[in-house]
């Protein structure tokens, strides 16, 4: 075990006795009962940080085998949350947790739920939270579409947990993002607006009725 | 009116498919009925119309990927080997079909198809068609747009800047390798354009890119002309608006050119419908049903109204549609330069490859059939994009609007329930790619080597085409396979990296696999100083 590369897909390989005889040896405290991707988790980012320190230009070193991985890891073992424009109306927001800080909330027996804020930015700068609302999420959800709210200039998904006696804790935040507004602003599915004859000419009406049929949401 | 110009684009684009230890796989197949019936027929089209000085002018966005395996030693053998069994099971399939006189016919139609292709393809183009559309760049017909190295949608990545810069840069080498002309467009792939990113392509070179008609039409503010001129964003960047409506006309799905009843059924292929015991000549039936080319069927609605398709029919309808088409875009263009009181104006009409001689068989013959009638009739002038660029940039610019020429308009297509489990891996693969750019930047040998494996394998991850694969039931599981592979490929280097071990028999075997962008340099992955 002592020279094997200490990769997920060799960790992977270990029954759970193993790992935690592993993690103790590398002083990592392991309460008992941690879910064995969690010790996975927290001996692999020991293995960064031991690497970071390791000098960069240090050689590789032909190993005799490889192990690959089979499957793709549940966590990267980091709390963040990142947002993803899906159309002018909707975001897909993804979410990851440290284990130890997910176990620590989910453990204790206050803890009520994890939450998504979703705020509406101004334009100004730094950008001011004009409007925000809500959206509870369960612990083992790591994904969630949500619609957004018109008018504002961009948006920014923060990841919330609650306990009934603490405030609500701030746990990740996204990239603000910009949200498309639309040139023809508020007007773009007004039948009345005049426009120019070769925009008319180039088929806007019809698109008009095409993304009023397919995306009215994404206009409101 | 003769300043009145008509752009035709082709994006040429398909997913890396090339597996040296599964030799006569369906995903291969892909590729050599492209080669078959889109590439091979499009050049002696271009051939036929410059030996005739017929004019022709066409834009085409090759995918590097695919220029990639356009070039690729094994695949070009492989191609021709799958050429030599369709010719030798054409000549069984006569015999089988010796009581019926139309499908024979048919049949000797496609084998003579398959025998010009293997000429073409062996003793013109000696295995290499690049060069051949190279000449025609070179010779002022054709226009060859530069686009990212893998059909990455870039507007998922915009929050990573060095991810799009890594796209470009990988794309422009590729470019440089397989072509001698200097592009000035950009495709950008599905045309998603994202506010901003005119700027990044501004800053590697390129004048112009094409985007979809709502991305011009909601602009902000709208362009005065629509879609009948180029608009220029508030950076100076040109950007063309296709026109959607007019590319409709010949793909729509209900009333599109391709729906008409003599058309060929393209779907209605043997390969899906013979024994299998007939069709191992052909092809390993254990490794799946596909298309072979061997189809004889016309378009029709229902099994009663089955009949065998017919050439001349066919071509007639084709001429037919060609006319058709042009009268209607030189009406509009007519009319659009009346309200401009004769001021030049232009129409992009943008298609994937694909269509033409896949989705439909006679598309090529029709594209050939424009280029004759517009010279006959002296009227509609076929233009490239450079061509219609204004020299000077007029005082209004636009803010484009989010858009893509995906269903949606917008990213529904690659970001949904059935594909958004893959972000989350390509995104932190990638943010780790940019953190081992920064961490050996001036590193060689096995180091360097395992670097440029890991960021090849990203740029694959990245490819769309996994993502928008994965909404098609039957090709969802080649898809996962192919984005699991290349993420772990990257862990893999990633995590020795780490720990300082690496098995070079791991990596020399997955070099091999995958050998495309051999000058990759893992440094475009750097951050911008």
């Keep these: 075990m002592e020279n094997t590369p200490l990769t997920r897909a060799y960790l992977e390989t270990l029954s759970t006795t193993d790992l935690v005889v592993l993690a103790d040896e590398s002083g990592i405290d392991i309460p008992e009962g941690l879910n064995r991707r969690f010790i996975i988790g927290e001996l692999l980012e020991l293995v960064e940080d031991n690497s ?18 089979e499957i793709l890891p549940e966590t990267y073992n980091e ?65 969630w579409y949500v619609h957004l709210p018109g008018k504002a200039y961009s948006c920014r998904v923060d990841l919330y947990s609650r306990n009934t006696q603490e405030k609500e804790q701030l746990l990740a935040r996204s990239v603000e993002t910009c949200i498309p507004s639309c040139g023809v602003g508020e007007s773009v599915f007004d039948s009345k607006q005049k426009n120019p004859p070769l925009v008319e000419l180039s088929g806007i009406t019809e698109l008009r009725k095409n993304h009023f049929r397919n995306h009215r949401q994404s206009f409101n | 009116m003769a300043d009145n110009a008509l752009i035709f684009l082709l994006n040429a684009e398909l997913p890396y498919i090339r597996h040296p230890d599964q030799p006569g796989c369906v995903a291969e197949t892909h590729l050599f009925n492209a080669l078959s019936y889109t590439y091979l027929p499009l050049l002696r089209t271009c051939t036929s119309l410059e030996t005739e000085g017929i004019p022709f002018k ?28 369709s010719i030798d099971f054409g000549l069984s399939e006569l015999d089988r079909n010796s009581l019926s006189p139309e499908i024979r016919d048919l049949i000797k139609i496609h084998l003579d198809q398959l025998q010009l292709n293997r000429r073409d393809f062996v003793e013109i183009y000696e295995k290499n068609i690049l060069k051949k559309f190279d000449y025609f760049a070179n010779h002022g017909y054709i226009e060859i747009l530069a686009t990212t190295a893998t059909n990455c949608y870039l507007p998922l990545y915009t929050d990573i800047p060095e991810a799009i810069s890594a796209q470009i840069e990988t794309g422009l080498i590729t470019y440089r390798k397989h072509f001698t ?106 490794l799946g049903r596909r298309m072979t080319g061997f189809r004889y069927w016309a378009n029709r609605k229902t099994a009663s109204e089955s009949a065998y398709y017919q050439f001349h029919k066919a071509h007639a309808q084709v001429c037919e549609d060609a006319r058709k088409f042009l009268d ?191 000058e990759i340099n893992y440094r475009v992955f750097s951050k911008k100083k």
């Design chain 2, 181 to 286: 002309s200097i592009p000035s467009g950009f495709w950008l792939p599905a045309m998603a354009y994202t506010p901003g990113i005119e700027c990044t392509l501004k800053a590697y070179g390129f004048q112009y890119t094409i985007l979809e008609s709502h991305g011009l039409l909601f602009a902000d503010p709208i362009p005065d002309a629509g879609l009948f001129a180029p608009a220029f964003c508030r950076n100076g960047f040109t950007v063309f608006g296709r026109d959607k409506i007019a590319c409709l006309e010949v793909y729509d799905s209900a009333h599109g050119f391709i729906t008409n009843p003599d058309y060929l059924d393209v779907n209605r292929d043997i390969g899906f419908e013979l024994d299998e015991d007939i069709l191992s000549a052909l092809f390993n039936t254990k």
């Design chain 1, 52 to 69: 970071s320190d390791i000098e960069d230009s240090s050689n590789l070193v032909d190993a005799e085998y490889t192990i690959t991985a």
């Design chain 2, 58 to 85: 066409l834009a085409i966005s090759f995918a590097p990927v695919l220029c990639e395996m356009f070039a690729d030693p094994l695949l070009q053998e492989r191609y021709i080997e799958t050429l030599d069994k």
């Design chain 1, 79 to 143: 709390t963040q949350i990142t947002m993803l424009l899906r159309d002018p109306g909707w975001v897909f927001a993804y979410w990851d947790f440290h284990t130890t800080l997910f176990s620590a909330l989910t453990g204790n027996y206050r803890f009520e739920t994890f939450f998504l804020r979703i705020n509406s930015l101004s334009s100004s700068t730094p950008p001011a939270v004009i409007d925000f609302f809500d959206v509870e999420v369960g612990p083992h959800d790591r994904k």
């Design chain 2, 328 to 518: 209607r875009r030189m009406e509009m263009l007519d009319k659009a330069s009346a309200l401009l009181e004769g001021e030049p104006v232009s129409t992009v009409c943008a298609f994937p490859a694909s269509i033409f001689g896949g989705i439909w068989y006679e598309g090529i013959s029709w594209l050939e059939n424009l280029f004759r009638i517009a010279a006959d009739e002296n009227q509609t002038c076929f233009a490239l994009f450079s061509q219609v660029m204004r020299q000077k940039t007029p005082d209004k610019r636009i803010s484009p609007y989010y858009s893509s020429w995906l269903d949606s308009g917008y990213n529904e297509e690659v970001l949904n329930n059935s594909n958004d489990w893959m972000y989350p891996f390509v995104r932190k693969a990638t943010t780790r790619m940019i953190d081992l750019a920064e961490r050996f930047p001036d590193d060689s040998g096995l180091k360097e080597r395992s670097l440029n494996m890991a960021s090849r394998e990203l740029l694959l991850a990245q490819s769309m085409d996994w993502f928008y694969m994965m909404n098609e039931g039957e090709q969802s599981e080649y898809a996962r396979q192919r984005f699991e592979e290349s993420v772990r490929a990257f862990t893999v280097v990633y995590e020795s990296l780490g720990s300082n071990f690496i098995s070079t028999e791991w990596l020399t075997t997955t070099e091999k696999r995958h050998t495309l962008f051999s």
